[in-house]
Nanobody, 120 residues
């Protein structure tokens, strides 16, 4: 089994910054990719940013230039640096990991979510 533990959410004023962290642990052979998704009240979950084991990144258009995803592969940890936050960034943020639990078995895991509220 694999666990993803997120931290770093909270309340911040518009224009502020937050840094989310997500650490993966458990039966991990390797991690192919990690990412962050978010879900605002009444809306569907949407991609925020992803990063592969080779370092390739992908961002939602709404966060490009403001958010940065990074990893510490040796620690199976992914970060999301969020700058210039806007009220529309308010959502529950979920960590995702595409994990090889053996050389041939690949599974998708989700964290429990961390709340980000951007408000004055």
């Amino acid at each position: 089994q694999v666990q993803l533990v997120e931290s770093g959410g909270g309340l911040v004023q518009p224009g502020g910054t937050l840094r989310l962290s997500c650490a993966a642990s458990g039966s991990i052979f390797s991690i192919a990719a990690m990412g962050w998704y978010r879900q605002a009240p009444g809306k569907q979950r949407e991609l925020v940013a992803t990063i592969t084991d080779s370092g390739s990144t992908n961002y939602a258009d709404s966060v490009k230039g403001r958010f940065t995803i990074s990893t510490v592969n040796a620690k199976n940890t992914v970060y999301l640096q969020m700058n210039s936050l806007k009220p529309e960034d308010t959502a529950d943020y979920y960590c995702n990991a595409d994990v090889l639990i053996t050389q041939w078995v690949r599974r998708d895991y989700w964290g429990q979510g961390t709340q980000v509220t951007v408000s004055s």
